[in-house]
């Protein structure tokens, strides 16, 4: 382009092209944007956050993403599509009933001593709890059994505030954990989904089950599933509904089948399986 004048099939052009200090160069540009992943470790005066769409805002894994991400900066901030929840006493709904039940026991034993519960991770029959005070951080993992009874109390860390608890927390050690919603026929569950395909399945949901008698006193959002809590009289079952990245449920699991009611269980399984699509 720079020497029209010369023919590819000369002497010259070889001689040219072979001097030409340009030859065979790229035309970049320096990018700014980077992953999330590749900036861990770097710090920058001013970033820009572009949050991702599409994924679960609720969940571990994306809080975990999105801490690593605002931590980069080290003036100022700007978030592009953060993640928005109205505020409100609907945050409560999203823990399983059993943590709701085991947070309110806590929450009681720790009243007065400057103790905050920063975060709660759910596991099978277990709940993670992480404290803070005055600068030193925690974990201790409380365990429970089916029938809703505390178990083991375990610090995960060795120091004083585990030392603490501990002693505090192993308080709790063979209690009852009651009902965390025991809502009558005409209680509301609070709840609003994060995702619009859940709000959907979740209002067919509701109104199916009212047809039948039966009330949802408990909604959990998961990982690709919702645990819901389904409740008749005395009798109480809690189900995971699994869906796939397009937003579509399938199968649905009973948590702890074997001490679940047999003939509630059996109808709130027809009731999921009659439109889980």
Not at 10 to 37: I, M, S, W
Not at 95 to 103: F, G, K, N, Y
Not at 187 to 200: A, C, G, K, N
Request: aromatic residues 10%; charged residues 25%; positive net charge.
């Amino acid at each position: 382009m720079r020497h029209e004048h010369l023919r590819k099939d000369r002497k010259r052009f070889q001689e040219v092209l072979r001097a030409d200090p340009y030859f065979n160069a790229l035309r970049v540009k320096f990018g700014y944007a980077v992953t999330c992943h590749k900036a861990q470790g770097g710090e920058w005066e001013h970033v820009f956050v572009v949050c991702p769409r599409g994924q679960k805002e609720l969940s571990p894994d994306y809080f975990r993403w999105l801490y690593t991400a605002m931590t980069r900066a080290k003036g100022r901030l700007y978030m592009v599509n953060p993640p928005h929840r109205e505020p409100g006493p609907t945050t409560v709904v999203d823990m399983p009933p059993v943590a709701i039940a085991l947070l309110g026991q806590v929450q009681a034993v720790l009243e007065g001593t400057n103790i905050e519960i920063e975060d709660i991770a759910h596991n099978p029959y277990q709940e993670a709890f992480f404290f803070h005070r005055d600068g030193e951080s925690a974990r201790v993992n409380i365990y429970y059994n089916g029938r809703g009874v505390i178990g083991k109390v375990i610090p995960v860390q060795a120091n004083a505030l585990s030392d603490e608890l501990n002693q505090r927390l192993g308080t709790l050690s063979g209690r009852f954990l009651p009902p965390a919603n025991p809502a009558s026929s005409s209680d509301e569950l609070i709840y609003i989904p994060s995702e619009e395909f859940l709000r959907t399945f979740h209002t067919r949901l509701l109104s199916r089950a009212k047809e039948w008698g039966i009330r949802i006193v408990g909604v959990a959002e998961m990982q690709w599933c919702q645990r819901y809590t389904f409740a008749r009289d005395s009798d109480a079952v809690v189900v995971d509904i699994y869906y796939d990245g397009r937003g579509t449920f399938g199968k649905c699991q009973p948590v702890n089948p074997s001490r679940a009611p047999r003939a509630f269980l059996s109808e709130v399984i027809n009731l999921l399986t009659v439109r889980k699509g």
